[in-house]
């Protein structure tokens, strides 16, 4: 070999030294670590499994460079307290409904679920192309986050009681766990509403301190046993029709991952919306059944006049709601776009079909 050819490796080799030795620290200092709160108990099926899910897919998508610790609620902080967790800094991101923070700001309760609101597939419209997440980053923004969608329980229940409800007027000194707007809707009718984390509804019913709860569906609602303390269960919610759950994430944290970093977190949640609805539809159903034929729950629909009368209240809790400032009235109004149009066409799309084929096959 020549000399300057052996100079020449000589000095690659070196090259290649210098940039192992770069790269490795370089590679040490892109690691991301994450604090997620959540407002869900450990291992709930469905709510935790789902934010808990959420969190190892970012991990496992990075292999490993973005590492998400997980607190479940009361691990780092109480349920309620995740919001000020990650608005303050604390912690760099949140699993958990926006309609619980409705006290700071009336616009949140729309990026979970309002009355006579929107169906997971409706507010997936809303939100991707009907402009809903211009609004929500707006008024996310306004507190220092950056939200995104994270899940959903499709259509909820109605609740869970003690005696039957035939009228609006049963409501009438009624104490009942119910979150979101939907409380305020109650509350017209008379009724005492509760917003209690999940963690804590049962020792509640039971106890007495409450007479009544909604929680999410026959899935979860049996996990909770429920059953053990309210005889009749109703149906459908008019209080939470999609709920979606959100990916709460600091803003100035946001605002400091590269590109592909918050692309990689936006894929992992869309993913998270996707793959919860789809395990609530498959384990609803025979829930529902066990609950019926092996627990003696007594399945129970709202009358006309009992919904008639949610309708009545919720126009009075809209109206509030729009008094209370510019970005909430546009948010409703954005709202109410979106579930006239993407609602008329589901109802010539999606509702007629479904009623056909279950007249057909008799279902």
Known sequence: MKRRDLLKGAAAAGAAAGASTIAAPAIAQNRIEINMVSTWPRDFPGLGTGAQRFAERITNMTDGRIQVQYFAAG??????????????????????????????HPGWAYFTAVPFGLTYTEINAWIRFGGGQELWDELAGGFGLKNLMCGNTGVQMGGWFNKEIESADDFNGLKMRMPGLGGDVIAKLGASPVSLPGGQIYENLVSGAIDATEW?????????????????????????????????????????????????????????????????????????????KEQGVELREF?????DSFGVA??????????????????????LSARSEVGGWAKISDVAYINQRNRVLGL
């Open 75 to 104: 691990e780092r902080v109480g349920a309620f307290d995740s919001f000020d967790e990650v608005a303050s800094g604390n912690a760099q991101m949140y699993h958990g409904a926006d309609y619980y923070w409705k006290g700071k």
């Open 216 to 292: 999410v569906g026959p899935w979860n609602d049996a996990a909770m046993k429920f059953y053990e303390a309210a005889k009749y269960y109703y149906y459908p919610g008019m209080h939470e029709p999609g709920s979606m759950l959100s990916c709460g994430m600091n803003k100035e944290f946001w605002e400091s991952l590269s590109k592909s970093d918050q692309i990689i977190i936006e894929a992992a949640a869309s993913m998270e919306n996707d793959v919860m609805m789809s395990e609530y539809n498959a384990k609803n159903g025979a829930s529902l059944a066990k609950l019926i």
């Open 303 to 307: 009358n006309d006049d009992v919904y």
């Open 314 to 335: 919720a126009d009075e809790v809209f109206a509030e709601v729009v008094a209370h400032s510019d970005l909430a009235k546009r948010i409703h109004e954005s709202f």
